[in-house]
């Protein structure tokens, strides 16, 4: 066992010493010694039930005859850093999830490991960290939470906040009820409860192979969600007996799988960066081009919030992921599962219990997938929309631009009814370097559908995008503004062309104008320069490559 590395031999003494101090009978040290990385924090509605997890992964791995060890990694929550400086740390935190599963399970030689997490940029740190070591590793998401009720209403996080707040500001809803819902929209425990990026991962994490079948949508303090976690616990030793690894299900193939997937949900843009990330660690090599592929080709079968109807519980009700997979079969690979089935196997055995949140693929409701990558002159090197978020009245737009250097200047104007019909905003220097952190715009898009802007109004950026933004809102804009990417030279009243079906973003800017401005140009100097993020800001590579640190 890779752990004998610190549990065998005269050398080994001292080293037996201390995990002898941690309570390990001699017994133990014949026994696979399995991490469990965990991300329980309070902070976190999605991860607050992790205490219960934890325990059936416990009583998993002992039942398997391994050694379990927890050790926490970071998590934030991204609702709460929103709208300030704080959402510049998320997608950087992925970063050190990432380094803190290789540095744990490194220096301790653990054999194997569960990974305990939920939400947005945990779940993709916890996968990049697994598939660098390629030690035996299981993903266990800690699911869903339930729909919020107002006067027998469901509710949800980010329908019923952030559009919430512009529509209290307009006048559609009284203060009263405002707070009735700031009271019900969260009502414990999950991730929030549509496809934004933390539900939309632990589909895609159940879709690549790396979480046992029905993982993704089991809810949060559920049954189900337990006996998965002690399933997960006792199989990760079986793993490591059998020497069974992550690139033994992170493929081209797997990953195909989960675009599929993806598109077909109609999931967050932001599993665009993570999912290259996930690939750049496993050796892969996966585009922008490749997305756009499968989205062209994939119908998108599901209809669920924020642009949907529905929310996560009904599509576990409506048979998860598995009966997603059933539906999809034609388009998938056949891959293995870390239960140890391939995907056909667990697709045959699926029910589909409702033919609407999961529907046939000849009523779909769109032909197409949920993200189409566009290229134009604003974007040499692409940039990324929610296309199953857009009305068909919106597919096209022609606008002015109203430009913005920062987030918080065009949340100003928006909330103040200075953004009128007909504008383009454009909020760049707001990148992965030139954020830092590549920002997600979560509460300016909310407040243009709050406002009821959605049809008239589109918002371009070189940050990105929450899983919860609908409408005609253009993220991942590469190269970024702080790199000399043409957003940078852009001006208020500059006319902006987009067209999603066509798959162009363009200024209506000669080469000779773009030069010219270019010219006089000096980039915005950077927001932070030091600690974490400073050095993050050094390293980090353009969105079109995953955000990725070199």
């Avoid at 050190?96 to 599963?101: E, W």
């Avoid at 997979?325 to 599962?337: D, F, G």
Wanted: glycine share 10%.
């Amino acid at each position: 066992m890779r752990s004998d590395k610190i549990k065998k031999g005269l050398e080994r003494v001292p080293h037996r010493a201390l995990l002898h101090g941690t309570g390990l009978s001699k017994k133990d040290l014949d026994r696979p010694f399995i991490g469990v990385a965990t991300s329980f924090t309070d902070l976190i509605p999605g991860h607050i039930g992790m205490r219960d997890l934890e325990r059936f992964i416990e009583r998993g791995i002992c039942y398997g005859q391994g050694v379990p060890f927890l050790f926490g990694v970071p998590g934030v929550c991204d609702g709460i850093a929103m709208g300030h400086l704080g959402m510049c740390y998320p997608l950087a935190l992925r970063e050190i999830v990432a380094d803190t599963i290789e540095t744990v399970c490194n220096a301790h030689q653990l054999d194997g490991i569960i990974c305990l997490t939920n939400c947005d940029k945990i779940t993709p740190g916890m996968i990049m960290g697994v598939a660098r070591l390629n030690i035996p590793a299981i993903i266990v998401t800690a699911g869903p939470m339930l729909s919020g009720r107002h006067n027998q209403r469901k509710l949800a996080f980010v329908h019923d906040t952030y559009e919430g707040m512009a529509r209290a500001k307009k006048g559609d809803i009284s203060a009263e009820e405002l707070s009735c819902l700031e009271m019900e929209a969260c009502p414990g425990a999950g991730s929030c409860q549509g496809l934004y990026t933390a539900n939309t991962m632990a589909c895609l994490t159940e879709a690549i192979g790396l979480s046992i079948p029905g993982c993704g949508t089991a809810l949060a303090a559920s049954a189900k969600k337990r006996r998965i976690a002690e399933a997960s616990g006792e199989r990760i030793v079986e793993l490591v007996r059998k020497n069974i690894r992550p690139r033994d299900f992170i493929t081209k193939k797997s990953l195909e799988n989960a675009i599929v997937v993806d598109m077909a949900l109609g999931g967050s843009s932001n599993t665009v960066l993570h999912l290259m990330a996930i690939a750049n660690e496993a050796g892969i090599d996966l585009d922008l081009k490749t997305f756009d592929k499968i989205s062209k080709t994939t119908p998108h079968i599901a209809n669920i919030e924020p642009a949907g109807t529905y929310f996560m519980e009904d599509l576990e009700y409506a048979g998860g992921i598995p009966a997603v997979e059933k539906r999809l079969k034609a388009k998938l690979n056949n891959v293995l599962n870390v239960s140890g089935e391939k995907t056909f196997e667990i697709a045959d055995k699926a029910r589909i219990s409702n033919d609407d949140v999961i529907r046939p693929l000849n009523k779909a409701y769109h032909k197409q997938g949920g993200i189409a990558v566009l290229s134009g002159n604003i974007a040499p090197e692409g940039a990324v929309v929610k296309q199953s978020g857009v009305s068909d009245k919106m597919m096209k737009f022609t606008g002015r631009a109203r430009v913005f250097n920062r987030e918080e200047e065009a949340m100003q104007a928006i909330m103040n009814n200075k953004i009128k019909k007909g504008d383009c905003v454009v909020i760049r220097y707001e990148g992965p370097a030139g954020g830092p952190g590549m920002r997600e715009m979560l509460a300016p898009t909310a407040a243009i559908v709050g406002l009821g802007l959605s049809d008239s109004v589109a918002l371009i950026t070189d940050g990105r995008f929450s899983g919860g933004t609908k409408g005609p809102c253009i993220g991942h804009i590469s190269p970024e503004a702080s790199s000399a990417g043409p957003i940078a030279i852009l001006k208020d009243g500059d006319t902006i062309i987009i067209d999603i079906p066509n798959r162009k973003i363009e200024a209506k800017l000669s080469k000779e104008e773009i030069a010219k401005r270019f010219k006089n140009w000096k980039p915005v100097a950077p927001k932070i320069k030091t600690g974490y993020l400073s050095r993050y800001s050094r390293l980090v590579t353009s969105a079109d490559k995953g955000a990725i640190l070199k």
